[in-house]
């Protein structure tokens, strides 16, 4: 056959020199030509060649402006230009007006529209169509070959060149898509392209076309099957499907890159079968070009679901890059086009299992680069579109937000809550809610944020703006928890995005001005404050936005101008290498030099307190490090000061001084305030050092003028019929003194001369001893690097006291003494207490044993004076107020406050006396007066509860007190031996610290103040983060004797065979070691209850704590371990101590230290710590607990108010996460032992502390789990019986039941009516579906099911008939909501049953009211409904039976169902009443 044509091709090339070719013809007849002179056969190999469709525009513009550029007139050139064809294809293509060599496109005469039309004439004409048909296909066959010039061409776009048209254009549809148009022609040029896609997927290499801008070839010839999807798609998958088994990696990917396009719908589930059988690894499967292609395909539910579990174990083997993870997400996204509920559930579940592994595994693995950024907001971008797209996928995910366990709520959830906002509004108020709920419960805290901060940060900026909005609501909340929550919040954003520290501080100054809620503008200034510490420079640039909050200073009171002034001062006057505002510096002198000069009393003191806190910051400039002698002269004047800052500090002081000084109150709260911001930490970052030469000069002048007014040398005298003299000196009892000075010895505190003759300067007055002093203890430990040896002798000097102040009989002489003297002698007495606690407080850090032993000697006797007052106070005149310790608030106030208290106080104290033996027990402080104040005895009873009672205010005690506790030797012992003393801590003394210790700690962690201390600004409130430091010496000593007193406890236990109402127990000395026990369980559990501990920067601090309570040989070994592992082992530490527990105070705070723990070993994620084996036994412990005996201190049982709330708290530990099974088991013995309550005075045997007054508390709880346990299985997706759960609801439900009727309490109906009330409405809200799927399965357990639902029903029936009879409005208040429940459960279940065919098995009538004794009311009141199976018979559906009746009172609809089909012939002839409900 060649060789004939090759003949053939002679001949024709003979024919082709003929010059009458060259005749001038039109565009149409060029064509014409060119087919005359064109040769039909060729031996040539044809150039293969190739360009995508796609790009071919814009990749050959510029080739086709060269070479084809031209006008219609270029068209008659066209002959010139061509070249003879080589076989029958080229001429078909050249008669059809196809030019085959103009640039690297095929040129058209005409449309494709007249080329397909002219192909199908050509051949229609021909003589032998099949021979030519099939000689065309030869060609086709060769042009197509991967060395032909002619592929790429005959599969990319065309150039028309149409005569009559003003200029060519591009056309995107290729050459062989005509062919395809052709229906003869179609199946063979079918079988040529898929013969050829098959040889280019199966070469070795990526072969590419023969143009000048080559491109592969299988992408090319893929294209072109896009058109056969329909017509071809059987067998165009069955070739694909076996050329991908052979294919080459790369031309796999091209296959899948277009297999959307060439495969029809019906066969997207088989490829992805075919996928999964190539790609056995998910990481060779989940490759860019693939996951691309699966997100366009359409797929089966099935295949779906195959195809999210390969996705999820993709996503989570640690191989997944972040590139690829947005577009998986979309894939797994396109399951919304499913559009149901376990579709969606399954979705959600898999989101999460993929967020929350890579977020906790990985841990930092993961980097915050751009690249990252780009796909984290590409990732959580398509979450967004699917939660638009879906109704249902937002909504489920809302549900779902909100029914999380505690532990299962992460920072991904908190995202997706903000985007839940962003793409709905208006359900914001909602998502706030489950937020405020959580934070409440503690599922949420701050370190939420810092997961954010961590894996989220570039998406929580993109909606940093909502987050704002939330949390400016939360600061708002009245829950402390919420509130504090939202503080923290602002701390860390302030920190993570520079671009919203001024909307932070614009909200937080907006917080300030709210006059509505005084707790929120303290809150927000503190906030700022804090902030500013920080953050000082940031703040800094920001400064002048400050301004406007002076005009607000006047609205403040005195503890926020407090805040507020600190951070004023502080921002005016910054630290030296920050830069200054001078407008701010302006506006805050000024405000405070005009309320210096006020007349009025509260602007004075704010004008008192800014002047401070200006001082304050303008002398902290730093020293530059440079160490300074003590030995020093000091400056003689304000003028030998250097110029700037410094010299202003001290000409405002004295300004200050001279404007207060005609009152010793504004004196004394001046000396104050200057003792407490001069005694904050210096740390060389957040606040720099007091300048040296100011400290110097400040030293010297306050340290004259307290010699000069308050430390006397001469005789005391007899002042208003009391005689004086010198008591109390222990300086001569110290060795160290011989060589001193006798007139340093003979020095004394002058208290009683200036409370009996005061002296008419403010700054004599006796008002200002305490602060004054504490002012130079300040002072001194700055100078002198923390050594106050210089004024030691002020600590044991003498006192001038009243001579009776030793007496025994002292209580006998007080009596004898006028009303007035004895004021006068009271007021002694607390100045002198006092004075001791000031100068105790002030040397207990000194570490030199002389020192210590006064100190010590000290602490013993206040000890013993504050005893004594206490009697004193009982025989005092009722309109006695002890002095002013602090100078604050206003005196006037106090006073009157006092008088308002004191009839309260007597009326107790006469019931008391009447009647000693009913307030034996009572734990009240105001009950503490009336125990000592009945007695005529010298000796008092002591309360080992209660301190101190109402009236005894005193100073509180500086926070170095606590260094007492620092290596101290301890002995067991209430009484210390003579040679004891100031050598040991004795029980006394250690209870005396640690509850000054417990109260700082409430202050500092809950910020619970003493009434007493309530306006100080102490420093472990100023800074809880430097006493929680100080505090972790103290806490190996307290270790200690926390061990000692254990074994003292244990010990006597074993002596009575733990009997633990034996008199033994309740002696004076070991009621001590039980209050000491005590109080250290409680200062561990409010120190590691601290919610600081989140925060990053405290970390190291909390490891040190967990690890060095342990034994010190154990250090070396534990440092290593991280925090959750040191904290588990400390709860196991301290769980030991269950057995030594004696009351019950002290076995809540062990439960809250234990709990405390627990959160800390949460802080951090680590899976080997068994913290749930542990909850559990958190729990078991508050079990054990609450089936204890307790006693009181007197040895009575323990009872009262204070006792029901410590017994509620363990009843909630007890209950909470317990499980189905224990909850029946607990159910089963209550029900066993409940009748007894009825029997007066009568306790559960198995809960001794749980009488019917009280025995609400345990029915509440036991309520409240079930339906928190409930709920929270209703949240998790269970693909097993879900009836099951209902079942066992039910039963728990009935055996509550059985309790309220055995044990009638008012307080338990109530709360089983409002408990069974959220059941319905769950069953109504996720039961339904349950009873469903088992309505036609298992007719006879859906009837049990509804057996024992009727029970509870009518119970409910009868006891809102009751209520109403008897007018129990409690009760009464629900029946509305509960009507319209069980009318709606009704409807439902006939529903229900209607669509199973069983709606003649449903019957609906009125009931007759009954009281909970089942005696009929006879009131016009219709019956509450039902929807219950009873043993008799029911009759079918009867038309006559009317479906609606509704009392006017509180009817409802009352039904009965059986779960028979409906059946014509079987008619029921029973009664018509139904007997539900």
């Not at 989570?316 to 149901?340: A, E, F, W």
């Not at 005196?891 to 006092?898: E, G, L, N, P, Y």
């Not at 409802?1452 to 002839?1469: H, L, M, Y």
Request: proline share 3%.
């Amino acid at each position: 056959m060649y060789r004939k044509k090759k003949r053939t091709q002679k001949a024709l090339n003979t024919i082709d020199e003929n010059t009458t070719i060259k005749l001038p013809r039109l565009a149409e007849s060029t064509t014409i030509v060119s087919v005359d002179s064109s040769s039909t056969g060729s031996e040539e190999n044809i150039p293969a060649s190739q360009e995508h469709t796609q790009r071919f525009l814009s990749q050959h513009s510029a080739i086709l402006a060269a070479t084809l550029g031209r006008t219609q007139s270029s068209s008659r050139n066209i002959a010139t230009l061509s070249r003879q064809p080589n076989n029958f294809f080229e001429l078909v293509l050249i008669k059809a007006g196809v030019q085959l060599d103009q640039g690297d496109s095929l040129v058209l005469a005409c449309d494709h529209v007249s080329i397909v039309s002219k192909l199908r004439d050509i051949f229609m004409s021909a003589s032998s169509y099949t021979d030519k048909m099939e000689t065309f296909k030869t060609g086709l066959n060769s042009a197509m070959s991967p060395k032909s010039k002619l592929v790429q061409k005959l599969l990319t776009g065309c150039t028309v060149d149409a005569a009559g048209e003003e200029q060519i254009y591009q056309s995107q549809n290729s050459m062989f898509m005509n062919f395809l148009m052709i229906d003869f022609m179609r199946d063979a040029c079918v079988e040529v392209l898929l013969n050829k896609i098959e040889e280019v997927a199966t070469s070795d290499r990526v072969l590419t076309g023969m143009a000048a801008i080559s491109m592969p070839l299988l992408p090319l010839m893929l294209t072109q099957l896009r058109y056969l999807t329909a017509s071809h798609k059987v067998e165009i998958y069955k070739r694909i499907e076996g050329i991908f088994n052979r294919a080459t990696d790369s031309a796999k990917l091209d296959i899948i890159a277009n297999a959307e396009l060439i495969l029809d719908a019906s066969m997207h589930d088989e490829f992805v079968e075919l996928l999964n059988i190539n790609y056995s690894s998910t990481e060779d499967l989940f490759h860019m070009t693939t996951v691309h292609t699966l997100s366009n395909l359409s797929l089966s539910d099935k295949t779906q679901a195959r195809l999210r579990l390969r996705i999820l174990e993709f996503a989570t083997s640690g191989n997944c890059p972040n590139t690829i993870l947005p577009h998986l997400i979309r894939l797994l996204l396109n399951i919304l086009k499913m559009d149901t509920d376990d579709s969606v559930r399954d979705l959600i579940g898999s989101l999460r299992e993929i967020f929350n592994w890579r977020h906790t595994v990985r841990g930092d693995k993961n980097t915050t680069t751009a690249d990252n950024k780009k796909s984290q907001l590409e990732l959580f971008g398509f979450l967004e579109l699917g939660l638009i797209r879906s109704k249902r996928f937002y909504q489920t995910w809302q549900r779902s937000a909100a029914t999380l366990p505690a532990d299962g709520f992460t920072s991904f959830d908190l995202i997706v809550l903000l985007l839940l906002i962003q793409v709905n509004e208006d359900n914001s108020l909602y998502i706030e809610n489950i937020l405020r709920r959580r934070i409440k419960l503690e599922h949420i805290t701050v370190g939420i944020l810092e997961e954010v901060k961590l894996h989220y940060k570039h998406i929580l900026e993109q909606h940093i703006s909502t987050l704002m909005n939330i949390l400016h609501d939360f600061m708002r909340e009245k829950n402390r928890t919420v509130s504090d929550f939202a503080k923290s919040s602002y701390s860390i954003l302030f920190k993570i995005f520079n671009s919203i520290q001024k909307n932070i501080l614009k909200k937080l100054l907006e917080l300030t001005c709210d006059k509505s809620s005084p707790h929120l503008t303290t809150m927000a200034l503190e906030l700022l404050r804090e902030l500013q510490r920080k953050s000082a420079k940031d703040v800094q640039n920001c400064a002048t936005l400050l301004i406007p909050m002076l005009d607000r200073i006047s609205d403040l009171t005195l503890m926020q101008t407090r805040v507020a002034m600190d951070l004023l001062a502080h921002v005016a006057f910054p630290d030296p290498k920050l830069s200054v505002c001078l407008q701010l510096q302006e506006q805050v002198d000024m405000v405070v030099k005009k309320q210096l000069i006020n007349s009025t009393d509260n602007i004075k003191k704010q004008g008192i307190i800014g002047c401070v806190q200006l001082i304050d910051a303008m002398a902290r400039i730093g020293n530059d490090g440079v160490e300074h002698d003590d030995t020093l002269a000091g400056v003689e004047n304000v003028d030998c000061l250097p110029d700037g800052r410094v010299k202003m500090a001290a000409n405002l002081m004295i300004r200050t001084e001279s404007s207060i000084g005609n009152s010793a109150k504004s004196l004394a709260l001046f000396y104050e305030e200057l003792a407490t911001v001069f005694n904050q930490r210096y740390d060389g970052n957040t606040v720099c050092d007091l300048e040296y030469q100011f400290l110097a000069w400040a030293c010297d002048l306050v340290t004259f003028r307290f010699q000069a007014s308050f430390v006397t040398e001469d005789i005391p005298e007899t002042i208003k019929g009391i005689k004086l003299e010198y008591q109390l000196n222990i300086n001569e009892l110290d060795d160290t003194n011989a060589n001193t000075e006798s007139d340093v010895l003979s020095i004394g505190i002058n208290i009683s001369k200036l409370v009996l003759a005061p002296k008419a300067k403010a700054c004599d007055s006796i008002f200002v001893l305490a602060p004054l002093f504490n002012y130079v203890r300040v002072l001194y430990k700055h100078r002198h690097h923390d050594s106050l040896e210089n004024i030691n002798a002020l600590l044991g000097c003498a006192i001038v006291l009243p001579s009776f102040f030793e007496d025994e009989n002292f209580l006998s002489i007080f009596d004898n003494f006028q009303s007035e003297q004895q004021k006068d002698i009271l007021s002694i007495y607390f100045h002198t207490v006092n004075w001791m606690r000031v100068s105790i407080s002030a040397f207990a850090s000194q570490q030199h044993p002389a020192t210590r032993r006064r100190v010590l000697s000290r602490l013993g006797e206040l000890i013993r004076i504050e005893q004594r007052i206490k009697p004193l106070l009982a025989r005092a005149p009722s309109d006695f107020v002890a002095p002013p310790c602090q100078f604050l608030t206003n005196a006037k106030h106090s006073v009157v406050t006092q008088k308002r208290q004191a009839p309260k106080a007597v009326a107790k104290l006469n019931a008391t006396t009447e009647e000693p033996d009913l307030t034996s027990n009572q734990t009240s402080i105001a009950d503490f007066t009336v125990k000592v104040g009945s007695c005529k005895t010298i000796k008092t009873k002591i309360d080992f509860e209660q301190m101190y009672g109402p009236r005894e205010k005193y100073r509180p005690m500086e926070v170095e007190i606590i260094m007492l506790l620092v290596e101290q030797k301890f002995v067991l012992n209430h009484q210390l031996e003579k040679e004891q003393v100031g050598e040991f801590l004795g029980l006394l003394e250690l209870r005396f610290l640690l509850e000054d210790t417990v109260q700082k700690l409430e202050a500092a962690v809950l910020g619970q103040q003493d009434s007493s201390d309530t306006d100080s600004f102490r420093p472990h409130l100023a800074k809880p983060e430097d006493f929680m430091s100080d505090l972790l010496p103290c806490l190996l000593e307290v270790n200690n004797h926390l061990k000692t007193l254990a074994e003292a406890i244990d010990k006597e236990l074993t002596k009575v065979n733990h009997v633990y109402s034996n008199l033994d127990l309740f002696k004076e000395q070991f009621n001590y070691i039980k209050t000491c026990f005590g109080l250290c369980i409680r200062l561990f559990a409010l120190y590691f209850a601290w919610s600081e501990w989140s925060d990053k920067s405290q970390a190291e601090l909390l490891h040190k704590s967990l690890f060095k309570l342990h034994p010190k040989a154990e250090w070396k070994r534990l440092e290593k371990r991280t925090v959750p592992q040191l904290a588990s082992h400390t709860f196991e530490y301290f769980l030991q101590y269950e057995k030594s527990v004696l009351n019950l105070s002290t076995a809540v705070q062990l439960h809250r230290l234990l709990l405390s723990l627990l959160k800390v070993g949460s802080l951090q994620i680590d899976s080997s710590q068994p913290r749930f084996r542990q909850a559990e036994d958190s729990r078991l412990l508050c079990g054990k607990l609450l089936r204890r005996k307790w006693f009181h201190y007197s040895g009575t049982l323990d009872k009262g108010g204070q006792c029901n709330f410590y017994l509620d708290e363990l009843v909630k530990g007890f209950l909470k996460k317990s499980s189905c099974e224990s909850q029946r088991e607990l159910l089963d013995e209550l029900v066993k032992q409940c009748t007894i309550l009825n029997t007066k005075d009568k306790a559960l045997s198995s809960f001794p502390n749980f009488k019917k007054a009280n025995f609400p508390l345990l029915f509440r709880g036991l309520c409240e789990v079930l339906i928190h346990s409930l709920s929270g299985k209703l949240g998790v997706d269970s693909r097993g019986d879900r009836l099951k759960l209902w079942e066992s609801a039910v039963g728990l439900l009935n055996g509550l039941l059985t309790i309220v009727q055995l044990v009638e309490q008012p307080r338990n109906f109530g709360l089983f009516l409002k408990h069974s009330l959220l059941f319905l409405k769950l069953l109504l809200q996720h039961g339904m579906s349950a009873l469903e799927s088992i309505v036609r399965d298992d007719p006879d357990r859906l009837t049990k099911f509804l057996h024992e639902l009727q029970k509870v029903t009518r119970f409910l029936h009868q006891l809102c008939c009751h209520s109403k009879s008897i007018k129990n409005t409690a009760i009464i208040s629900y029946i509305p909501s509960l009507r319209e429940t069980i009318e709606t459960l009704v409807f439902r279940v006939k529903a229900l049953l209607a669509a199973n065919n069983c709606h003649s098995a449903f019957h609906m009538g009125n009931m007759i009211n009954r009281d909970l004794h089942g005696d009929s009311i006879i009131t016009p009141v219709a019956s509450f409904g039902g929807e219950e199976n009873s043993d008799e018979e029911i009759p079918a559906d009867d038309t006559s039976v009317d479906e609606t009746v509704l009392g006017e009172d509180m009817g409802v609809t009352t039904g009965s169902v059986s779960t028979r089909p409906s059946d014509g012939s079987r008619r029921s002839k029973s009664s018509s009443r139904s007997k539900c409900f």
